[in-house]
């Protein structure tokens, strides 16, 4: 990888091969999931028709990407932020309601998500930020702006109606531990979690009695010394406030249905109405595939078209019931060696910014990877985000590349750049 090309390194082969693969192994799975039959046809109106067009439109653009100056996309880093924030205001107003959500620009049968550009607006943004000489991650000043960039996209998209697609931006966060960012706000983050799961569990009035209850044993058996009370007890109402807030937003943020299937995925609240069905019915294909799987367009739930959005959002089914483990072990494999790749074109950046990053397409995919697999198996609730590189769609697919190939253009152009230390 070390040889070079008019003074810049070889695109790096394996990234791509592994990329090229997803690709593949999602179209075979469109294909079963939205078609099923044996003979194949390039029919463009079908499912696997419009997939095949998305698959060439973001190949050329992955390509185009290495005719393109690097220095374009650094200069223009808070551009493309400030114009995918726009557009996540304008769909507010302006775009067409799907599922609830109104999250999407439609002209005539073209649509447009902008929550899956905005992660490129996002990561550009925090790359040229947090690459900056002054910034300093330790500073409570520059946290909060680089919390900033990260919350301004999720209120716009929960505003949208689509809070599950806003939770991918908090993928960021771990982007900031590598440019050093204190570890016990991953912690504040795990109890914080704790906390909304209980909130969900017991309710408000609960939670406020349980930690009063809670915060009198302690001074009582505990704390003597009152610079240390008045600390726990300012933790205890922020601890308050934070279960009110999550009570808020549940209430009157989250959708009814998404409430629900929390609640279901929790074991809070029985399921008579089939607010689990899509789950159900994707353990079903998952588990009917045993270890060797069906056959490809064998399988039965995947033909009897059982498990909803297969396509989309529970792609994966397809790959469990016709491939059984070994199939969904084999493209879970190449998912891990997809991100231990990026990780190591990570490290080996000369450039800070393009270090940041290669870490921020990392986190997004491996966020995307993880929960929809999980959701897939009832071990996540359905928040509704795609598998990378294999769900059906255009604003998926072409987002997912050019995160990727933006990476790996950056990273023939790493030989060209100083090394650094801020």
């Given at each position: 990888m070390s040889e070079k090309i008019y003074g810049q390194s070889r695109v790096d082969g394996i990234t791509v091969l592994l990329y090229l693969l997803l690709v593949f192994c999602g179209f075979l799975a469109i294909y079963s999931s939205s078609h099923g039959s044996d003979n194949f046809s390039f029919d463009f109106s079908t499912k696997y028709g419009k997939q095949i067009i998305w698959i060439a439109i973001s190949i050329t653009l992955g390509a185009v990407l290495f005719l393109m100056d690097v220095r374009f996309f650094e200069a223009f880093s808070y551009a493309f932020f400030i114009a995918w924030m726009?557009?996540?205001?304008?769909?507010?107003?302006?775009?067409?309601?799907?599922?609830?959500?109104?999250?999407?620009?439609?002209?005539?049968?073209?649509?447009?998500?902008?929550?899956?550009?905005?992660?490129?607006?996002?990561?550009?943004?925090?790359?040229?930020?947090?690459?900056?000489?002054?910034?300093?991650?330790?500073?409570?000043?520059?946290?909060?702006?680089?919390?900033?960039?990260?919350?301004?996209?999720?209120?716009?998209?929960?505003?949208?109606?689509?809070?599950?697609?806003?939770?991918?931006?908090?993928?960021?966060?771990?982007?900031?531990?590598?440019?050093?960012?204190?570890?016990?706000?991953?912690?504040?983050?795990?109890?914080?979690?704790?906390?909304?799961?209980?909130?969900?569990?017991?309710?408000?009035?609960?939670?406020?009695?349980?930690?009063?209850?809670?915060?009198?044993?302690?001074?009582?058996?505990?704390?003597?010394?009152?610079?240390?009370?008045?600390?726990?007890?300012?933790?205890?109402?922020?601890?308050?406030?934070?279960?009110?807030?999550?009570?808020?937003?549940?209430?009157?943020?989250?959708?009814?249905?998404?409430?629900k299937r929390i609640l279901v995925m929790l074991g809070l609240l029985e399921d008579p109405q089939g607010l689990g069905y899509n789950v159900n019915q994707s353990k079903i294909a998952i588990g009917s595939g045993g270890f060797w799987g069906k056959g490809y367009l064998q399988g039965t739930q995947t033909k009897g078209d059982f498990v909803p959005e297969q396509h989309t959002d529970f792609i994966f089914t397809s790959i469990g019931e016709e491939f059984g483990w070994v199939g969904s072990t084999v493209v879970i494999i190449i998912f891990v060696l997809l991100f231990l790749r990026i990780s190591m074109l990570a490290e080996r950046q000369r450039s800070k910014y393009s270090r940041v990053y290669a870490y921020c397409v990392l986190s997004v995919l491996f966020f995307h990877f993880l929960i929809n697999i999980a959701m897939t198996i009832n071990l996540a609730p359905v928040i509704g985000i795609p598998l990378p590189f294999f769900s059906y769609g255009g604003s998926s697919l072409i987002s997912f590349t050019v995160l990727l190939f933006l990476l790996l253009r950056l990273d023939t152009n790493r030989e060209n750049e100083l090394d650094s230390d801020y």
């Open positions: 726009l557009l996540l205001f304008l769909v507010i107003f302006f775009g067409k309601e799907v599922n609830g959500a109104r999250s999407w620009f439609a002209i005539g049968s073209f649509r447009l998500q902008p929550a899956e550009f905005a992660k490129l607006g996002v990561a550009l943004a925090l790359s040229r930020y947090v690459s900056d000489i002054d910034t300093d991650m330790k500073s409570l000043r520059y946290q909060l702006i680089t919390a900033g960039i990260i919350l301004l996209p999720i209120a716009l998209i929960v505003l949208q109606g689509d809070a599950g697609s806003g939770l991918v931006f908090f993928s960021f966060i771990m982007v900031l531990y590598r440019e050093g960012l204190s570890g016990s706000i991953l912690v504040i983050g795990i109890i914080a979690v704790i906390l909304s799961v209980l909130t969900f569990a017991f309710g408000f009035i609960a939670m406020i009695a349980a930690l009063i209850i809670l915060g009198g044993i302690i001074t009582a058996f505990i704390y003597t010394n009152t610079r240390q009370l008045k600390i726990f007890w300012l933790v205890i109402l922020a601890c308050i406030g934070f279960t009110k807030a999550v009570d808020f937003g549940f209430s009157n943020v989250l959708q009814e249905h998404q409430q």
